[in-house]
């Protein structure tokens, strides 16, 4: 898919290990463009998981690393002949709720970029909502960002897929 075909905004939805960022990743596949990573290595595991995301992407890609300042990134670097992905919006709050940030505020400035980006954005995302409410106050309050700057931003997306068993659905598409 050529960039001139992609919506201004996307959001990419779906669980962990659901296949939304390989989707997320085909939809600008052959395209150069810039992988806007907001997770942080703080574990093994998490290492481990940003390398896998690293070796499938190839050689097309530029990354910049943003784990808190995901809007003013934004507003640096979108440009009409290069889209950018953003993987993924669930570090980024996580990242926020770590550090003390405001998250609300946060994401209305996300919301601000995104209104009128001056190229294409696809953004990833998780759904968290659809399992069991969480036993502690610190999770349901994660869960709420979550579910809500997953609104937020679905408003404002021209095009909005939920990705399951690495099949996407799409659920708004006004591009």
Request: charged letters at 25%.
């Amino acid at each position: 898919m050529s960039d001139h075909r992609l919506p201004r905004t996307t959001l990419v939805l779906g669980g962990t290990r659901s296949g939304k960022s390989a989707h997320a990743e085909g939809l600008l596949s052959g395209i150069p463009a810039l992988y806007l990573a907001t997770g942080q290595a703080l574990d093994g595991e998490m290492a481990e998981r940003i390398d896998h995301h690293r070796r499938r992407r190839g050689a097309n890609w530029s990354t910049l690393e943003e784990p808190l300042d995901l809007p003013d990134a934004l507003d640096r670097v979108v440009r009409p002949d290069r889209p950018v992905l953003v993987d993924c919006l669930t570090m980024w709050i996580s990242n926020l709720m770590h550090a003390g940030r405001d998250v609300e505020r946060a994401a209305a400035q996300l919301c601000e970029v995104l209104a009128e980006p001056l190229g294409p954005v696809v953004l990833v995302s998780n759904e968290v909502g659809l399992g069991l409410v969480p036993d502690t106050r610190l999770s349901r309050e994660f869960r709420d960002h979550q579910g809500l700057v997953n609104q937020q931003v679905a408003a404002i997306a021209r095009r909005v897929v939920f990705v399951a068993a690495g099949l996407p659905l799409v659920l708004k598409d006004v591009s």
